[in-house]
């Protein structure tokens, strides 16, 4: 195949490369507080929403329901969060943060702020909005786009 068939930049490789890029950034002061980056997701989630399902972490953390079945299960163990029925219907259930995540996000969230306002330096504010913008813009478009195209257009 000839890249005259793709001439597109491929979109999905350089989102992982950014994504890379950001997240190798993050990953050595997660791994000091014991922490994944799925782990930090779901508790950075839950301290942003509060108590949530996990058909809801699923969906707003972008975690496979089999992984994230088997990473709550772990979180609980080690006492990164804790599992509640709920009152009105036993099948389901609620996932919230322990004191002990609370702690962690608290010795984080400096460090956390400290590399952003690093980043928003090097790169400055004005670009960190506009590619903040730029993401949402993307999300927000893509949700509305139609299904998959069945054929190429002639």
Partial sequence: MSMS???HRNLPLLLLQAREAVI??????????????????IIRTLLERGPLEP???VQICHISSPSLTGILARM?????????????DQRRVLVSLTPQSHQAAEALAPRIEALY??????????????????????????????????????
């Fill in 76 to 88: 609980t163990d080690t006492g990164w969060i804790a599992r509640e029925r709920m009152a009105h």
């Fill in 117 to 154: 306002r690093h980043m928003e330096g090097h790169m400055s504010p004005e670009f960190m909005q506009q590619f903040y913008a730029t993401l949402d813009a993307l999300i927000d478009r893509m949700a509305d786009l139609p299904g998959p195209i069945a054929q190429a257009d002639e």
């Fill in 55 to 57: 058909r809801e972490l």
């Fill in 5 to 7: 068939t793709l001439p």
């Fill in 24 to 41: 190798s950034r993050f990953r050595p002061l997660l791994h000091e507080q014991g922490l994944t980056e799925q782990q930090w997701r």
